[in-house]
């Protein structure tokens, strides 16, 4: 299973930290306003009913002192719907006076003064002072409208929030994005590192935190490239010493066998020249790994890498033992210009020849080509290899089911060398438009800016 990235992980942790609190932040709003706003309208409730009650009963003091307090006639007003009603009652119960929108018949609410409620009003009544017949006025107040309110309020509260948190997330995301990127300069200089690349890592502008595994990292790499140049200078050391000795074995037994009359003696000799041949090529690749995995193909300098394939594929072409089995192809219009050595692509290529003219069916051609966008493809005919053989003639000391000759370091020297070139090599059987062999192709990474 992939496992997520540090950034990633901050990310949606703070992130959704932070909405937890401003949703919370928003409920309790939400709460206190609803408490608020219930005090408010309490109070308006009681306010309007008593200074109503005021106005309504100099009215009806007025209306006995004329003679006329049997009846009141509605108040209309100008326009709208109303938020308060009210009923103006007597002791009896019956109502004298009432708003437009009040109903005709009296509210539910008991005659007495102070708060009442019930699941749709919350009602204030305000009783007239002195012994007589007293005068109740009745305000309703329905509880639509407080909800209407809060709603109205919490949209307001949220509606922000709803918007902060996309943002809240771009913001938490940049800043956890610069203060790691320490850390992904780190992974990344530490992901460069192979045998080829076993520089120290700088330690300026990292994080107090980091310097320990900087620390660490450097000492290793330290003692591995201490281990891998004692192994490279041991391995090439020996493969050059070995040169001399074998060729001077080589020499004497090939004399002794000019010297030898036909018969059991000459066809050993000739096993023991064949050995000592055998032992020769193996010596002279270990000594090109050595190379490899000393760095010789990193470059600097571009250079025409075009030209060393010419020469390399004339300098076989001159080899009488091949007959004229190698064709160069060359694209009009192709170049390959890299930052590479001339000395490391020639023997990639010479490797890479050399397999296909040795392992290839015998005596058929074996055709080098240079395309246009620089990608160098060699092909030979022979049997179809599956998955699992060109996966192990990439190891090194590899070799596929095949009687030729080979020491199975060829594709492993080419690989290492043009990784080193920024570079890839791809194996590929049957090749395109064949129904059998193999075509290992060499492409070559697009050239950095600048």
Not at 193 to 200: C, I
Not at 275 to 303: D, I, N
Not at 422 to 446: H, K, N, T, W, Y
């Amino acid at each position: 299973m992939k496992e997520g990235s540090i950034t990633r992980r901050l990310t949606l942790a703070l992130s959704g930290a932070l909405a937890c609190f401003w949703l919370l932040a928003a409920g309790l709003g939400v709460m206190v306003m609803q408490d608020e706003f219930a005090e408010i309208f309490d109070s308006a409730l009681q306010e309007t009913a008593e200074r109503l009650l005021i106005l309504v009963a100099d009215d009806v003091d007025r209306g006995d002192a004329a003679g006329s307090n049997a009846r009141f006639e509605n108040v209309v007003p100008a326009s709208g719907e109303e938020y308060l009603t009210y009923q103006l009652r007597n002791d009896g119960g019956a109502v004298l006076l009432r708003s437009h929108d009040a109903p005709a018949a009296p509210f539910d609410a008991p005659l007495r003064q102070g708060f009442w409620g019930d699941d749709t009003h919350k009602f204030y009544t305000a009783v007239t002072a002195g012994d007589g017949d007293r005068l109740y006025l009745q305000v309703a107040d329905a509880l639509a409208n407080r909800h209407e309110a809060l709603i109205e309020g919490a949209t307001a509260l949220f509606l922000p929030v709803l918007l902060l948190v996309p943002v809240s997330i771009a913001l938490v995301w940049f800043i956890v994005r610069r203060l790691l990127a320490p850390i992904d300069e780190l992974r990344q200089a530490i992901a460069s590192k192979d045998g080829g690349n076993l520089a120290v890592i700088a330690r300026e502008g990292l994080p107090q935190e980091l310097l320990p595994i900087v620390r660490s990292v450097n000492l290793l790499l330290a003692r591995l490239k201490a281990a891998l140049d004692a192994e490279r200078e041991f391995t090439a050391n020996s493969a050059h010493e070995l040169r001399t000795p074998i060729a001077g074995a080589l020499a004497q037994t090939q004399v002794l066998i000019d010297e030898l009359p036909a018969g059991p003696k000459k066809a050993r000799a000739r096993q023991i020249e064949a050995s000592l041949l055998k032992l020769g090529h193996l010596a002279e690749k270990l000594l090109q790994l050595a190379r490899a995995e000393a760095g010789l193909g990193t470059a600097e300098t571009p250079v025409d890498l075009a030209r060393v394939l010419e020469l390399v594929v004339l300098d076989f072409q001159r080899d009488p033992d091949e007959a004229g089995r190698l064709r160069l192809h060359r694209t009009d219009g192709a170049t390959l210009r890299r930052a590479a050595s001339e000395d490391g692509f020639a023997i990639a290529l010479r490797n890479l020849i050399e397999n296909a003219l040795v392992h290839g069916t015998a005596a058929a051609p074996v055709d080098v080509l240079l395309d246009r966008d620089g990608t160098v493809r060699i092909v030979n005919d022979g049997p179809r290899l599956a998955d699992w053989e060109l996966d192990m003639i990439r190891r090194r000391f590899g070799r596929g089911p095949t009687a030729a000759k080979g020491s199975g370091l060829g594709i492993s020297i080419a690989e290492r060398l043009l990784a080193q070139m920024q570079a890839r090599l791809e194996l590929v059987s049957p090749p395109e438009g064949r129904s059998g062999g193999l075509e290992a192709r060499i492409v070559f990474d697009a050239p950095r800016a600048g």
